[in-house]
T-cell receptor
Framework: GAVVSQHPSRVICKSGTSVKIECRSL??????MFWYRQFPKQSLMLMAT?????????EQGVEKDKFLINHASLTLSTLTVTSAHPEDSSFYIC?????????????????FGPGTRLTVL | KNEVEQSPQNLTAQEGEFITINCSYS?????LHWLQQHPGGGIVSLFM???GKKKHGRLIATINIQEKHSSLHITASHPRDSAVYIC?????????FGTGTRLKVLA
């Protein structure tokens, strides 16, 4: 099955620093990757859609200058949390979209990474 | 009203019990995704289904497109099944997630 990795799995940083999180599709190419944020005991909240070779599309209320997304290749997207603040502490999850179009049907699937737990002190 | 609703929100079961988690949605879709999230946070894809029924081990997922309803069943539940189960519906370019069902299976 399709595998998505994230690195690092856990990071602790000081307030004011920047943190980069990588999301890789290991055995397939993904033109679209998604970045989610999850607070404890809450559902995933979509932050942005990352398209290879173009600018990311951010959801309403997500600061694009705060959360920089780069989708440099078909297998790698990065999320950089700039000038991190304790409120940015959260669980960040990426997913890679696979859209398969057949003659009679199509499937639209997302494969999720294991997540990155960010703690800002 | 959420576009994707799950029930129950929380469920505690004894080991061996048959478990059912329900998902109802209001957005028009062609498929539905069941996900499992363990306490560590990682998300595992369980099923992607667009009609009928799928089975994998002790897990069974069914969907009724006309009624906009899907169920996830766990037979002979085990403590290692304890996790949050989430249904997700592809809609335009993204997923709409259910609120999740927190399952705890007691030994």
């Amino acid at each position: 099955g399709a595998v998505v990795s994230q690195h690092p799995s856990r990071v602790i940083c000081k307030s004011g620093t920047s943190v980069k999180i990588e999301c890789r599709s290991l055995d397939f190419q993904a033109t679209t990757m998604f970045w989610y944020r999850q607070f404890p005991k809450q559902s995933l909240m979509l932050m942005a859609t990352s398209n290879e070779g173009s600018k990311a599309t951010y959801e309403q209320g997500v600061e694009k200058d705060k959360f920089l997304i780069n989708h440099a290749s078909l297998t790698l997207s990065t999320l950089t949390v700039t000038s991190a603040h304790p409120e940015d502490s959260s669980f960040y999850i990426c997913s890679a979209r696979v859209l398969r179009t057949g003659v009679f049907s199509s499937t639209d699937t997302q494969y999720f990474g294991p997540g990155t737990r960010l703690t800002v002190l | 009203k959420n576009e994707v609703e799950q029930s129950p929100q929380n469920l505690t079961a004894q080991e061996g019990e048959f478990i059912t988690i329900n998902c109802s949605y209001s957005v028009g879709i062609s498929a539905l995704h069941w996900l499992q999230q363990h306490p560590g946070g990682g998300i595992v894809s369980l099923f992607m289904l667009s009609s009928g029924k799928k089975k994998h081990g002790r897990l069974i997922a069914t969907i009724n497109i006309q009624e906009k309803h899907s169920s996830l069943h766990i037979t002979a539940s085990h403590p290692r099944d304890s996790a949050v189960y989430i249904c997700a519906v592809p809609f335009t370019y993204k997923y709409i997630f259910g609120t999740g069902t927190r399952l705890k299976v007691l030994a």
